[in-house]
């Protein structure tokens, strides 16, 4: 199943949807069954193991976060990327630029990251996307100059 086209995205975007699905499909039968055979586990009070310990399911897997991880940062290189050269193009000096719709430009951008590889999974894999609706937090953080990490 490829991307393109979706959602008005260009070539660029697509390319990292299509290799987000495509390494989440390589590993998730393994993850599938790593889930199945966590979820037969009780603990001592008769409560179910995997759901105690991994609230939002399969996709809290160490290998789906590093997937998620890498990327998110594909995405978010490639906004950087989009923002400057939005920025650049943009000349509020020149007043032809005033009043009038500017020209379209054939890269979109930039698109949040969990926007399109999580919220917008829906529309673009629904057999992944069953897991991913749990995905409730952005594995994501900050070090102390404000740099993603």
Known sequence: MSAAGFAGLDAD???????WTAE??????AIEAWWGALQQRLNASGENVANLHWPAGLVAHPRVLAIYRKHY???HGLNLKRYTQQTEDDDEDDESNWGEDGDEHSASGPVPPNLLLVEMMSE???ELFKHFKYFVYV???EDPSLEIC
Do not use: E, N, S
């Not at 975007?13 to 290799?19: E, H, P, S």
């Open 73 to 75: 940062f594909k995405v």
């Open 139 to 141: 594995p994501i953080g």
């Open 24 to 29: 989440l499909h390589a590993v998730m039968p």
């Open 13 to 19: 975007y697509t390319a990292i949807i299509d290799a």
């Open 124 to 126: 673009y894999d629904t």
